[in-house]
T-cell receptor, first 109, second 113 residues
Framework: GQNIDQPTEMTATEGAIVQINCTYQ??????LFWYQQHAGEAPTFLSYNVLDGLEEKGRFSSFLSRSKGYSYLLLKELQMKDSASYLC??????????WGAGTKLIIKP | NAGVTQTPKFRVLKTGQSMTLLCAQDMNHEYMYWYRQDPGMGLRLIHYSVGEGTTAKGEVPDGYNVSRLKKQNFLLGLESAAPSQTSVYFCASSKKREADIQYFGAGTRLSVL
């Protein structure tokens, strides 16, 4: 079956670094997406990886290892506004996104 | 800069009632999607459309119907609502299907009593 696993909740301190892990198992693979979702709002796109390695975009970076079925999202210099859920999604061979349940990130001052 | 607009934002239905959720996008996107989001679960695809006049079933299509008569609009219908359809519904659109960003509407919070 198809499955995406990510931690349910994480807590970090303002100004620190946090890494949110995601493992995926899908029928075929056409890339790995990360979205951010603030409570009561729509998901918004953060990053896309299809090749192995690290993609850096400002304070956010995303890593992919296709052989391990593993990705992580790295958030640096955490700000209070980063408190949100982070959704990992793998695109399968039919170009359908298979979504994880999301990781709720709590930032403490 | 509207993007993807969903109406209504909230709705309460009684079991057996029907309703239609409207999604409109102004980005000229070909692809549109309806998802539901339930606590502790990932977004699940209900139906999607690859262009005007086309629709296809997603992962959880039972109890829902859709129509895409105009490119910019994608309607989701519940003919006879059930408590299991209590959820937050999101519409999304993308320019391409493969490797493309999906843009989401603000969601519709539906309760079926």
């Amino acid at each position: 079956g198809q499955n995406i696993d990510q931690p349910t909740e994480m807590t970090a301190t303002e100004g620190a670094i946090v890494q949110i892990n995601c493992t995926y198992q899908t029928s075929g693979f056409n890339g790995l997406f990360w979205y951010q979702q603030h409570a009561g709002e729509a998901p918004t796109f953060l990053s896309y990886n299809v090749l192995d390695g690290l993609e850096e975009k400002g304070r956010f970076s995303s890593f992919l290892s296709r052989s391990k079925g593993y990705s992580y999202l790295l958030l640096k210099e955490l700000q209070m506004k980063d408190s949100a859920s982070y959704l990992c999604a793998s695109m399968d061979s039919n170009y359908q996104l298979i979504w994880g349940a999301g990781t709720k990130l709590i930032i403490k001052p | 800069n509207a993007g993807v607009t969903q109406t209504p934002k909230f709705r309460v239905l009684k079991t057996g009632q029907s309703m239609t959720l409207l999604c409109a996008q102004d980005m000229n996107h070909e692809y549109m999607y309806w998802y539901r989001q339930d606590p502790g679960m990932g977004l699940r695809l209900i139906h999607y459309s690859v262009g005007e006049g086309t629709t296809a079933k997603g992962e959880v299509p039972d109890g829902y119907n859709v129509s895409r008569l105009k490119k910019q609009n994608f309607l989701l219908g519940l003919e006879s609502a059930a408590p299991s359809q209590t959820s937050v519904y999101f519409c999304a659109s993308s320019k391409k299907r493969e490797a493309d960003i999906q843009y989401f509407g603000a969601g519709t919070r539906l309760s079926v009593l």
